[in-house]
């Protein structure tokens, strides 16, 4: 009997903070950072090429203009090379602490080929 690879499903979520806990005050430096967050946790969950693996992105912005549609659009284009994950995009007026311009929700597929 042939054995199916095991698949769950990984969730993640991360703001714009760095290493020291504290933020840019600029959005696009605090998108960047929070994929950099992103990929940070779902490799420490042993996902070797977490962007491969992501499948859905929920993002949330205290800044509800189009241009932030368009700075999230052109980011995360560079970092999914071979797919587009669903997104949406979700205008809010604060976050957790005053400082968040940003927090990205992905949803990953891990099997065993992935770890």
Not at 61 to 75: L, R, S
Request: charged share 25%.
């Amino acid at each position: 009997m042939t054995s199916l690879p095991s698949r769950h499903g990984l969730t993640n979520t991360q703001g714009g903070w760095t290493e020291d806990m504290t933020f840019s005050e600029d959005e696009v430096e605090q998108i960047e950072q929070a994929w950099r967050n992103v990929e940070k946790a779902l490799k420490h969950a042993g996902l070797k090429n977490p962007f491969d693996n992501i499948f859905s992105v929920r993002s949330y912005h205290v800044n509800q203009h189009y241009d932030t549609a368009e700075m999230m659009a052109t980011i995360t284009k560079k970092l999914f090379k071979d797919h587009a994950p669903i997104w949406t995009l979700i205008g809010v007026e604060r976050l957790a602490l005053p400082e968040m311009k940003v927090e990205i929700e992905v949803c990953a597929v891990v099997d065993d080929s992935s770890s």
